[in-house]
């Protein structure tokens, strides 16, 4: 079976397709669980992944879409929320929120609705990749486009290279 057929991927594939996305999924030959490695395989900058990282805001889930060339700053995202604290999820609080595994997280299809913030840093691209529910599948898409999939807030979410454990990339 190809990795396009896994129930997550068709139901990222189906999903897309009914919102009007322009882009198709892509199956990588090996796993992108990092910004680096999916910017290897797909012969674009490192900036231009989009990095699903699923946080901890005081028991309730958030979606930080960043550039794979982007940390980021937690305190300032918790400041810029009103929260106490941000702390990357668990493997298990990823799944749980998303249905998706860490490495694969796509920025949408998820159980429910999950406040999202995307880094403004994406949009210097014109096209920008996303994973699509498995470690060797993305998509591509535009930063524009990537507000509209999941009803995103626009927001600046730190700056320098990652900081985050690499299992968190896309």
């Known amino acids: 079976m190809s990795r396009a057929d896994h129930p997550r991927v068709a ?15 892509r199956e990588l030959p090996d796993d992108a ?3 680096a490695a999916a910017a290897a ?8 992944i989009a990095n ?3 946080f901890d ?3 309730a889930p958030l979606l930080v879409l960043t550039s794979g060339a982007h940390r980021v700053d937690v305190d300032a995202v918790a400041a810029l929320l009103g929260v106490p604290s941000l702390a990357p999820g668990s493997p298990e609080f990823v799944r749980r929120h998303t249905g998706q595994p860490i490495g694969g997280v796509a920025p949408i299809g998820h159980p429910e609705p999950i406040g999202t913030l995307v880094d403004v840093e994406l949009a210097r691209y014109a096209q920008v990749w996303a994973a699509a529910g498995h470690p060797h599948v993305v998509f591509p898409t535009s930063y524009d486009e990537l507000l509209r ?6 927001a600046e979410v730190g700056s320098g290279p990652s900081v985050l454990p690499e299992a968190v990339a896309p």
Request: hydrophobic share 50%.
């Open 11 to 25: 139901a990222i594939t189906r999903l897309l397709a009914e919102a009007g996305a322009a882009g198709e999924i």
């Open 149 to 154: 999939l999941t009803d995103g807030t626009a």
């Open 52 to 54: 699903s990282l699923l």
């Open 57 to 59: 805001a005081g028991g």
């Open 33 to 35: 669980r990092t910004a």
């Open 41 to 48: 395989q797909l012969g674009v900058p490192v900036g231009a």
